[in-house]
């Protein structure tokens, strides 16, 4: 079992940038595929990035290619979602994932959540 914990949302002016960690606890953190997932007011939590155990293989949402980076440290137990150009339509609580069998775009593939944290992009 893995525990994680969100931090690094906040408020931010389009076209800025923000850096968001997750940190993991419990076992050796190198056996889960991690993702990141949003969530906008009203609408459904959808997928942001995601990244293979290794970290060797990347995966984003249309939405966010080549404006965000994921990335992760085994050593640390950390995953990293670098955001960068800013829109306001990426306002959104963030949520760290991960799940011990493959990385995946559906959220239903993952096992473990943190509690999210949150980003508001102003015009």
């Known amino acids: 079992q893995v525990q994680l914990v969100e931090s690094g949302g906040g408020l931010v002016q389009a076209g800025g940038s923000l850096r968001l960690s997750c940190a993991a606890s419990?076992?050796?953190?190198?056996?889960?595929?991690a993702g990141w997932f949003r969530q906008a007011p009203g609408k459904e939590r959808e997928f942001v990035a995601a990244i293979t155990k290794s970290g060797g293989i990347t995966y984003y949402a249309d939405s966010v290619k080549g404006r965000f980076t994921i990335s992760r440290d085994n050593a640390l137990k950390t995953v990293t979602l670098q955001m960068n150009s800013l829109k306001p339509e990426d306002t959104a609580v963030y949520y760290c994932a991960a799940n011990p069998r493959r990385t995946s775009q559906n959220q239903r593939d993952y096992d473990y959540w943190g509690q999210g944290t949150q980003v508001t992009v102003s015009s």
């Open positions: 419990g076992r050796t953190f190198s056996i889960y595929a």
